[in-house]
Nanobody, 123 residues
Framework: QVQLVESGGGLVQSGGSLRLSCAAS????????TGWFRQAPGKERELVAA????????YYADSVKGRFTISRDNAKNTVYLQMNSLKPEDTAIYYC????????????????WGQGTQVTVSS
């Protein structure tokens, strides 16, 4: 079993920055990679960024390329999502998810999920 605990969400103005954290515990050696998803009201959950457990490979949605950066601290078993140049359309609940096999680009393919953290970008 893998447990994921998210933190770092909040309210930020347009153009601002925010860093989300996802701390993993349990059988972390079973994780192939971790993804950050977001879901806005009435919309489908979508993958924002993903990284392999060892940080050797990354993926970004076109909408966030150049603005968001996913990274991992191996010593802390924590994955981060640095969000810069935030826009109102980035407003959503952001979820951390872990997959035991990859590549995984869709929410239904992930095995473990955090509780989600709200990110609100004001105009």
């Amino acid at each position: 079993q893998v447990q994921l605990v998210e933190s770092g969400g909040g309210l930020v103005q347009s153009g601002g920055s925010l860093r989300l954290s996802c701390a993993a515990s349990g059988r972390t050696l079973s994780i192939w990679g971790t993804g950050w998803f977001r879901q806005a009201p009435g919309k489908e959950r979508e993958l924002v960024a993903a990284i392999t457990w060892n940080g050797g490979s990354t993926y970004y949605a076109d909408s966030v390329k150049g603005r968001f950066t996913i990274s991992r601290d191996n010593a802390k078993n924590t994955v981060y999502l640095q969000m810069n140049s935030l826009k109102p359309e980035d407003t959503a609940i952001y979820y951390c998810a872990a997959a035991v096999a990859g590549p995984r680009l869709f929410a239904r393919e992930y095995d473990y999920w955090g509780q989600g953290t709200q990110v609100t970008v004001s105009s």
